[in-house]
């Protein structure tokens, strides 16, 4: 499975931003895809995931209200879509994916295939 994600920028705070990954590859083998972001110098953080099959969500409380996860099985793409962005949400967002049911869903080892980071930059 490879993935491809895009969407970042600069954006200002309190702006929207929508964030792609697609998939393609063995897509039917997977279970759940997920977004994570990286500040240079800092672990990556569990932003959000969501299984493939279902569409079942779960979202970091330090986005849940402002970020919205979902995905489009037709297209074998996810999209994260940031609202009231702040200053503390520039990262590097990677997305990543697997095919299995067991593993902590926050935890970057849980994940088998990564797509390259996307950065994303708030600042007026």
């Known amino acids: 499975v490879q993935l491809q994600a895009f969407g970042g920028g600069l954006v200002q705070p309190g702006g929207f931003l929508r964030l792609s990954c697609v998939a393609s590859g063995r897509t039917s083998s997977l279970y759940i895809m997920a977004w994570f972001r990286q500040v240079r110098g800092w672990e990556r953080e569990f932003v959000a995931a969501i299984t493939w099959i279902g569409g079942r969500t779960y979202v970091s409380p330090y986005v849940k209200g402002r970020f919205t996860f979902y995905s489009d099985n037709s297209k074998n793409a996810a999209y994260l879509q940031m609202s009231s962005l702040k200053p503390e949400d520039t990262a590097v967002y990677f997305c990543?994916?697997?095919?299995?049911?067991?593993?902590?869903?926050?935890?970057?080892?849980?994940?088998?295939?990564w797509g390259q980071g996307t950065l994303v930059t708030v600042s007026s």
């Open positions: 990543a994916a697997d095919p299995q049911y067991s593993g902590d869903k926050y935890s970057t080892e849980k994940y088998d295939y």
